[in-house]
């Protein structure tokens, strides 16, 4: 298993090991497509072994209704809680001890001053149904709350809610909604 891999399965279990990972991978959806995502990236694509995970990336995705790009950079500690309408764009970026949860986008805009995709710091919660669009920046330890419309740069320690984003600045922004996080 992939250290990458070890560290998302703990942010889901709680625990590692054999017996976790095969619990989660038979009976936790969102996880299931974890692991193959990152063993599509470790893989060649023209290894046999490289062409099973991405099929099987590939059918999960789709059946799970995740979009998150092979080319999408994420840190270790991914958590998908819930699976259904996620998308991430292939240019975004994504820090360590991430939490995204159902109906979330990540996307682009191809004009104006933050034309680009987002940069995710470390240890952000992305509330159910967000947007996040631009090549802004979420710093660290950032909260952003459900149906949250944010196309702003966001310093660590705040919490975002709203649609426009407004941004509150707290110290303890993620602290109860980060579980299980990784060093």
């Given at each position: 298993m992939g250290s990458k891999l070890k560290y998302d399965l703990f942010r889901s279990a709680g625990r590692t090991g054999t017996k976790a990972f095969l619990s989660r991978l038979l009976f936790n959806y969102p996880f299931r497509f974890?692991?193959?995502?990152?063993?599509?990236?470790?893989?060649?694509k023209s290894?046999?072994?490289?062409?099973?995970?991405?099929?099987?990336y590939?059918?999960?995705g789709v059946k799970y209704g995740i979009q998150i790009p092979l080319s999408v950079q994420i840190g270790k500690g991914l958590l998908l809680p819930h699976f259904g309408g996620i998308v991430v764009n292939s240019q975004c970026r994504i820090g360590?001890?991430?939490t995204?949860?159902?109906?979330?986008t990540i996307g682009n805009t191809k004009?104006?001053?933050k034309k680009g995709a987002p940069s995710i710091g470390n240890r952000v919660y992305i509330g159910p149904g967000a947007v996040i669009v631009g090549g802004i920046v979420v710093g660290d330890n950032v909260l952003i709350a459900p149906n949250s419309y944010v196309n702003l740069d966001v310093p660590s320690?705040?919490?975002?809610?709203?649609n426009p984003a407004r941004v509150i600045a707290k110290e303890s922004a993620t602290e109860g909604y980060i579980t299980n996080p990784v060093i």
């Open positions: 974890i692991a193959f995502f990152r063993l599509s990236q470790k893989y060649s290894s046999p072994l490289g062409m099973l995970y991405r099929l099987l590939r059918r999960y360590d001890n991430c995204l949860l159902h109906n979330v004009r104006g001053e320690n705040s919490v975002v809610v709203g």
